[in-house]
């Protein structure tokens, strides 16, 4: 079982191309931030539960993310791999994960990062907001979510170097043309 690990900061692109990259390699996609969108649009106690916090720009709880992932892989013992899109953010998350992994007997395998400019980031969050009516994309949670990122999520980097699984994409320019870049980045 492959674990990719599709890294970047909010808007840059992850969603759209974590989709393609499980559609290409037969991959289960796992996003959590859709995982929580859809329980907060279903009105779960679930989706109660994160709704604020989401709505702030803030992170869901590490113990519930895990629950959330953990529950993913029982329900497909059978896939080929698995594609992480927005997950972990914290180093705290990616011990937890790796934790989890070895309890499964499997391993993170390789961590993509797609490397935007802020300027374009925001850009893109604002247009997404618009295209989408999503209400936890405004400019002021934007720039929360920006600050969050470099504060918890950008020391990923230097954990995943240290494990000598981590290569930077540039994720400027056409969606197939990134596409491909990744793929060719995809150690297989």
Same mark, same amino acid.
């Given at each position: ?10 808007? %840059?692109?992850k ?5 393609k990259? %499980? ?27 994160? +709704?604020?916090?989401?709505e702030g ?21 059978? %896939? ?14 990616? &011990?937890?994960?790796? +934790? ?5 007997? &499997? ?21 997404? %907001? ?10 002021e949670?934007?720039k ?5 990122? &470099?504060?918890h999520? +950008? ?28 793929? +060719?980045?995809?150690?297989?």
């Amino acid at each position: 079982m492959y674990n990719l690990i599709l890294f970047g900061p909010p808007g %840059a692109g992850k969603g759209t191309q974590a989709i393609k990259i %499980a559609q290409r390699y037969s991959w289960k996609h796992i996003s959590t931030g859709d995982i929580l969108r859809s329980e907060v649009s279903q009105g779960t106690a679930l989706g109660l539960q994160v +709704k604020a916090v989401m709505e702030g720009g803030h992170l869901v709880s590490d113990e519930l993310l895990i629950e959330i992932i953990n529950s993913v892989f029982l329900k497909n013992v059978d %896939a080929a791999g698995f594609v992480f899109d927005g997950f972990p953010r914290t180093l705290n998350q990616a &011990h937890e994960l790796d +934790k989890l992994l070895v309890s499964l007997n &499997h391993s993170v395998n390789q961590v993509l990062s797609l490397e935007v400019d802020e300027g374009e980031l925001v850009k893109r969050l604002l247009n997404r %907001a618009q295209e989408q009516g999503r209400v936890d994309d405004t400019e002021e949670v934007i720039k929360n979510r920006l600050v969050q990122y &470099h504060t918890h999520t +950008k020391p990923l980097q230097q954990y995943y170097m240290d494990k000598g699984l981590y290569t930077e994409v540039y994720g400027v320019g056409g969606i197939d043309d990134i596409f491909e870049s990744l793929c +060719k980045a995809i150690k297989q």
